[in-house]
């Protein structure tokens, strides 16, 4: 596999071991958002500072408004993320 198709899988298998652990195995509650934040992104909760942010992040990421993060606003957050990654690097 290509390094891109490798991390494309990546991306899939990510969702999926932090998927369906309190429900749906097609979409991410806020718990499970939380501990994917927490084990997978640990810099991005800036060490519990905002108690909120994940509040924050579900409210924002929720395209359907069912509660829940689907895999494809998960996507749009991975790239999202990256995008604002990219710039910062491009800066440096």
Known sequence: ???LET???MIIDVFARYSGAEGNKQ???????KVLMEKEL????QSGRDRNT???LLKDLDANGDAEVDFNEFVVFVAALTSACHKYFQQS
Do not use: H, I, N
């Open 7 to 9: 991390a494309m899988g």
């Open 54 to 56: 994940v509040d924050k």
């Open 27 to 33: 979409s991410l509650t806020k718990g499970e958002l």
């Open 42 to 45: 640990p810099g991005f909760l």
């Open 1 to 3: 596999m290509t390094e």
